[in-house]
């Protein structure tokens, strides 16, 4: 099944969904089009109960430099610049919120508003020519997309620190080395490689893919004893699902389980 956007790719196949930016001739710049279509994707995409797996990929030779600098330079007023990173947000959030697992392929580069939306995806797998970077402060300004609180959390203050200081770019294998990347693959195989990795994930119970999510996400944001809590609280909700009855009972029966989501 495939349905086009206006500057977006959305591709169902079976229990994968593979979202592909679709601005190439602007190195896939982030304007109020392709963050409505984002919104929309997602939105779809929660409702869509046979879709288990999104892979978030790109057109051309990047990923994604960022926010639409042609629309910025249009802003007269600090009210302006404050809606425009609120609709970032409230799309990024949503990305984030998903309740099932997204998977970023990065080609390329992947700048500003372009790492930031990296950043809200749970997985993130680069092609060895990738580069990352958040270069807002070259400007005299700062990333906005969640860059400063995001980013410390995924690679930790000091690196993050450093990243967002000096607007350096972050190669795939340095970023790799600080944990901002999960893998790297040759860039011809970039999109079959995410692809596959998400079809991995397919087989996985889905109830218990997105309490893996939430526990973690949620988590982060807790005094240990507070997530330790929800942990017990959502793992023992889990024994009630037929999925954990299936797993036990295949695994007892020496077979692969068939999870179905309930």
Known sequence: MTENFVHLKYEKQDHLLLLTLNRPDKSNALNKPLLEDLNRAFEKAA???????????????????????????????????????????????????????????????ALGAGCEMCLVADLRIAA?????????????ALPGAGGTQRLPRIVGEAKALEMIYTGD????????????????????KLKDEAIGFAHHLEGRPPIALATA??????????ELGAGLDLEVKNVSLLAATEDQREGFRAFMEKREPKFIGR
């Open 128 to 140: 060895g020519d990738a580069s990352f970077g958040v270069p807002e402060i070259k400007l005299g």
């Open 169 to 188: 770019l972050v190669s795939a294998e340095e970023a790799y080395r600080i944990g901002l990347v999960n893998r790297i693959v040759p860039s011809a």
């Open 213 to 222: 999510k939430l526990l973690v996400k949620q988590g982060l944001n807790m």
């Open 47 to 109: 409702k869509d109960e046979e879709i288990r797996v999104i892979v978030l990929a790109a057109e051309g030779k990047h990923f994604s430099v960022g926010a639409d600098i042609g629309e910025i330079k249009e802003f007269v007023s600090v009210a302006d610049y404050e809606n425009f990173f609120i609709r970032i947000h409230d799309t990024f959030n949503r990305i984030d919120n998903l309740r099932k697992p997204v998977i970023a392929a990065v080609n390329g580069l």
